[in-house]
Structure formats: C-alpha cells, structure tokens
C-alpha cells in the first residue's frame, strides 16, 4: 500500500449516484480553467500528504489493435467515424466529433481528441473490445417479429442526468429504429414516479418497474454487497477502478439478477462528469472545517465518509437538497460534478471542494417477466443496442469528466482542492471507517462478498480482509 499511499485519492460513489437535478438550459462561455484535479493518497495506516504528478497523456492517436479487426468492422468504424456511433478500433480521431447534444460534450458540444487520449485505457481494454463483439455491430440481429406494440417504461434516476439523456436521445430511439417500431422504450425518473431509489430492487422484483438503473449508493443499505466498488477513496486511478469494475461483472449481476427475483442485466450505464465533490457555504480548507457540518449524502458509504471526517451525514431526498442549503438546514451536499451542477447547488453555496475522482457504471435490469415475455430476436436488439449504449458513453465519459469541474467553477462555485491535511483525513476515515463498516454490514469477513474483494479487487490495490473484519495491507499481485 505504501505505492498507493503516494497514488492519488479515488472516490468510489454513485453519486451519482447522485440523484439529480434538473439541467441548465445553457452552459456558460468557458473563462478560464480551474486548476487540474489531482488525486490524492490512499492510507491503511499513515497517510502520505503529496500527490504524485499527473498521468501523462499518450503522444499517439493511433495505435495497432491487440487483435485482429475484420474489414467488416474497420469499414463500420470509418463510416460511423466523426460524431454519435464512433467506435475505436485503432484510430482515436474516429471518435472526434460532436456529441448527441452539446450537454454531452464540451462547451462547444464536442468530444476533444484530448479527452480521449487521457481515457486510451478504456478503448484498449478487453472490456470496450467484448462490447464490439455484443453490439453485433456489423451482423446485427435480424428483426423476425411483426405486429407487435411493446411499450417499456425506463425508469433511470433523473432524467437530466446526462446519462439517462444519452439513454432517451440516442438507445430509445434506435430501440424503436431497429424493431421497425414494434418496441417502445418509455424514459421516465425516480421522482416522476414518486419513488426512492431504495425501493427499486423489490419494484423490479415485483414487477413494478420493467427497467430500472440500480444505484448502488441507493440499494447499499438493503443490498450492502453492492458496496465492494463503491466505497470511497479505494483506487489510486481511474483505470484501476475501471478494471476492478470490469473483474466484478459476473459477480455483481449474479447478485442484482437474484436479489431481483430472475431480473435481467441488459447493460450498463457510464455516469460522466461524477468526480464526487462537496458543495459547502464556507471554504473547508482544514479537518477542522468538517466538525459538525450537516451534510446531505446520497448512501451508506458516504454517510461512513462523511461522519469519519466529522461530520453530521443527512439523507433527505435529492430534489430537497437546493431548498436546504438555500434555507441552512443543510450546510453542504455530496455528489458528482454535473449532478450537482444540473440542480444548481451553485446559486446556493460558494465552494465546491474535492475532488474525489470516480469512474463508475451502474447496472439496468429489466424485472424477469417483461423480459421473459418479450421475443427472441426483441431480447437480442435490446442487448445489442444497450451495447451501444455503453460504447457511446464511453466515447462522451472523458470529456464529462474534464467538465465537471469547469461548469461550476464558470458558474460561479470557487474551488477549494483538498489540502495535504484534508487528504490525510480522508484517507483515514476510509480505512478506519468506511471499509471496517462495509465488511461489518455484510455480516463479515468469512462472508461471500469478502472473498470476492480478497481475490478480485484486493490484489489490484494492496489491501486484504481478513476474518475477523480487520483491513490489513498486502502484495499488489493484479496489475491488468
């Protein structure tokens, strides 16, 4: 762990999770850029109190494929090259272009080469190489059913959040394309329905929702397993955490598909812009500035986090979190950036502070009987199309992830980068906190879960737990 007590500060949420908001009609003109997040180090037992320096950006726009691409699918990327649809299959600037609204992209609503070359591990990965071969993308499932009118109701966590947009402005529609109009994807959120993100394991169980994005940062208190990615400040870097993600797959739909009674995962949904930040009134420039603040946090581990720094953690319902921080009944918020800022938390505090950085999917599953009632071949575009979900979040997550700070400092937010001292108390409060509250909410270390962690994301970060509960440092034996 000494290695990552010199990484680089992660947080894990879901903030995403992060219950949202509504977004701005218009982003403000760009003046100049807050300083560059730096992450800060993880700690087991001592802290470290500097950050190493930035990750350089790869030099190359064009790198060989590890594997062979057929002609088929060089053809498809040079023909989708450019803007929505671009995938990578060796060539970075393919992916260059506008994006499907300009919320999704930069200010000028594109996707940068820059943005993609910090994110080169993901285009690289085996994981963005199994959604090529999902997607089906150049021998697409054809459609065999007729007269059929199917409507599904989508239920995500808001629908400003930018990806359930990318979900209603480009899946749905292409869902309704490729079924010749057959299956209609309905977009719909938490507090349209009226209804609390925890609820939405027994809603799909039971067959009130069809489809629905589990949030871990929701579920984790009725489902604490779903916690082993999302506790705070475990991963020196976003790549790591992308790879101890992409590892727990079968693992965590094996849990979400029993805890909902036979639900189908049908894919994942890339938050974008969710580096986790605290909006506050007055500037929290020491530990000392924590005590005692009334914080608003959307789950458990954020609770553990914020209490672990001193702090008084409140749940109240995302949509109230403006009217308490304007009315002080709130005295900061946790969330991600672009969460935070789609509700505006700027009109109603002055710092934003942080970051913890974050790199997170959640999981959309569809209740057992709607998917078993629909056809064939309709089962089949809908895994397809939800790999091409994730393949175009993908392209816009870097870009979301360079502005989600820019927004709400252009907006007015001052930016306050955690000290050398903060950091070391975040650090502490995830070891001495937050992880030994998870391991005790999942019944303890001889549990399942732990043996997952201990093989799966433990070794790729230099931590085991043991037995008896305890958090103890070990060899870094998985390097991807």
């Given amino acids: 762990m000494r290695k990552y007590l010199l990484s680089g500060l992660i947080g894990i949420i879901l903030l ?76 970075l600037s393919q992916l260059v272009g506008p994006a499907i609204t300009k919320d999704q992209g930069d200010l000028d609503g594109n996707v940068p080469l820059g943005s993609l070359q910090e994110h080169l591990f993901i285009y690289e990965s085996d994981y963005y190489k199994s959604l090529l071969e999902k997607a089906n993308l150049t ?123 036979g639900g189908k ?56 979190v403006y009217t308490g921080l304007e009315r002080g009944i709130l005295d900061g918020a946790i969330s991600g950036a672009n969460a935070g800022f789609g509700q505006r938390w700027y009109e109603v505090t002055d710092y934003i502070t942080g970051p913890l950085l974050n790199m997170e999917a959640f999981n959309v599953i569809m209740s057992k009987k709607v998917w078993e009632e629909l056809p064939p071949d309709l089962q089949q575009i809908l895994i397809e199309e939800g790999a091409k979900d994730e393949l175009e979040a993908l392209r816009l997550v870097g870009v979301q992830n360079d502005m989600g700070l820019l927004v709400n400092t252009n907006a007015g937010s001052e930016f306050v980068e955690f000290s050398p001292e903060v950091t070391a108390a975040v650090n502490a409060a995830t070891m001495d906190r937050v992880v030994p509250n998870w391991v005790k909410r999942v019944g303890g270390g001889d549990q399942p879960i732990i043996k997952i962690f201990n093989e799966k994301v433990g070794p790729r970060i230099g931590i085991r737990v043991e037995l008896d509960g305890t958090v103890v440092e070990a060899p870094i034996t998985i390097s991807d």
């Fill in 139 to 261: 021998n697409p499932t054809e459609l065999v059913s007729t007269n059929l009118d199917i409507k599904i109701q989508s239920v995500c966590i808001n629908r400003a959040l930018l990806f359930c947009k990318l979900s209603d402005t480009y899946t749905h529609p292409n869902v309704l394309e490729r079924t010749n109009g057959q299956l209609t994807m309905e977009s719909v959120s938490f507090p349209e329905l009226g209804i609390a993100g925890p609820d939405s394991l027994a809603l799909v169980e039971d067959g009130t929702l069809d489809l629905a994005t589990m949030v871990p940062a929701y579920i984790g208190g009725e489902l604490p397993g779903m916690d082993i990615i999302y506790m705070w400040n475990l991963y020196p870097d976003r790549e790591t955490q992308f790879n101890v993600f992409f590892a727990l797959i079968p693992d965590i739909e094996r849990i979400l598909e029993e805890e909902t009674g």
């Fill in 16 to 91: 995403v999770i992060l219950a949202c908001g509504s977004d701005p009609t218009a982003v403000p003109a760009a003046t100049t850029a807050p300083p560059a997040a730096t992450t800060a180090p993880v700690a087991t037992t001592a802290p470290a109190t500097t950050a190493p320096a930035a990750t350089t950006v790869p030099a190359a726009t064009t790198a060989p494929a590890a594997d062979a691409v057929s002609p088929e699918l060089l053809a498809y990327a040079a023909e989708h090259a450019g803007g929505p649809g671009a995938i990578y299959v060796g060539d």
């Fill in 265 to 320: 995962v049908i894919f994942r949904s890339w938050g974008s812009g969710i580096d986790v930040y605290l909006w506050s009134k007055k500037a929290l420039n020491t530990p000392e500035d924590y005590e005692g603040l009334k914080i608003r946090t959307p789950g458990t581990a954020f609770s553990d986090f914020a209490e672990g720094m001193g702090a008084d953690a409140q749940f109240i319902a995302f949509s109230e």
